[in-house]
């Protein structure tokens, strides 16, 4: 496996590029002791790769221990081929302006079978072939559904998996390939703890979607948990993400200069382990509606 220089906390870049107050983002992403900053050629139709370069420009370079990773996206067509992975890959190099990136992604391969990626002249074999030549220091598997990832971990290709909304406080469904992972020495990223915001915000979809009626009841059993304990929810679920012995590194989503202000005070928030035992106490937590 090839090692990877991680923070415990990556700000999540997604929505970078499609809201308001883009150009301020970006510039606090990069200069952020927080942690490093994940990206992707397709966020925002290419806007988060693109905000995040003219950022890194405006300050003459990458600052000193910044980290950015990215991830290789199928083009507008479907297609997702070695081809496709090194057009990405370059599209991502020029939009940051960096000539090397420490992590790229196979990022949601939904338009291609596992074999057409693993096979001659697929997309792995170009993330392969770049990471030999040095442009990327090591490659990632970066979702598809729980079976994909699992599928993709098995072949002890990747230096990587990041996973999202599928390892929280209130869904476990990445258990099992995050354990694998760790047994063949991958790094493991887990992205999304708030399940894409209701953990933090209040939203009502979980993993962007809305949620069954029996995991909408957990949810709610946990939230009365939480004000039982006097914990904020937001802390919690990023604690139980930092702590989890699984987990390198936790990507919270990031959409505001105001987000990424109130990330510490979430940090360092207090969560005792007496909320997390009355979590567990209450089983396993029934499926999310993620695949
Ligand atoms: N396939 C993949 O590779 C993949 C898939 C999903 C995600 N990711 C990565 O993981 C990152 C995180 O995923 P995500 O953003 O979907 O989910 P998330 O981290 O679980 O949730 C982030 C959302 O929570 C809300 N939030 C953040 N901080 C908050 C705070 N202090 N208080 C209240 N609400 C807060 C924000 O929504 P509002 O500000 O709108 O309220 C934000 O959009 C993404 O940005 C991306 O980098 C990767």
New binding site residues.
């Given amino acids: 496996m090839h090692a990877i220089p991680l923070t415990p906390i ?1 700000l ?4 970078l590029g499609s809201r308001d107050g883009a150009d301020e983002l970006a510039d606090a992403l990069i200069h952020s002791p927080l942690g490093g900053v ?3 050629n397709a ?1 925002a139709g290419g806007r988060s790769e693109a905000r995040l370069g003219e950022a890194i420009r405006r300050a003459g370079g990458l600052p000193a221990g910044t980290l950015v990773y990215s ?1 290789a996206d199928a083009d507008e067509s479907g297609r997702f081929d070695g081809d496709r992975v090194r057009r990405s890959l370059d599209e991502s190099l020029t939009r940051l302006g960096v000539d090397r990136l420490p992590l790229y ?1 196979l ?2 391969p939904y338009t291609i079978t596992h074999d057409e990626a693993m096979g001659r002249g697929g997309a792995v074999e170009a993330l392969i072939r770049a990471r030999d030549d040095g442009v990327i220091g090591a490659i990632g598997i ?2 598809g559904t729980m079976a994909q990832v699992h599928g993709y971990v098995q072949t002890g290709a990747f230096d990587a998996v ?1 996973s ?2 599928r390892y ?1 406080l209130v869904d476990r469904s990445a258990h099992a390939t995050f354990a694998l992972a760790r047994e063949l020495g991958m790094t493991v990223i887990n ?7 209701t ?3 209040g ?1 009502g979809n979980y993993g ?1 979607r809305e949620m069954p009626a029996d995991f909408a009841a957990h949810l709610q059993r946990v939230r009365a948990l939480a004000d039982e304990h006097g914990v904020d929810l ?1 802390a919690a679920a990023l604690h139980f993400s930092l702590t989890s012995p699984l987990v390198d590194a936790t ?6 200069t105001a ?1 990424l202000a ?2 510490d005070g ?1 940090v360092t928030a207090d969560v005792p382990a007496e909320f997390f035992a009355a979590v567990d106490a209450l089983g396993a937590p029934p499926p999310s509606g993620t695949d």
């Fill in positions: 990556l999540g870049a997604s929505s994940d990206t992707s966020y991830k992604h990022h949601d970066a979702s990041l999202h909304n929280t992205a999304a703890p708030f399940g894409g915001g953990l933090a915000n939203s962007y937001a990507v919270v989503g990031i959409t505001s987000r109130a990330l979430l």
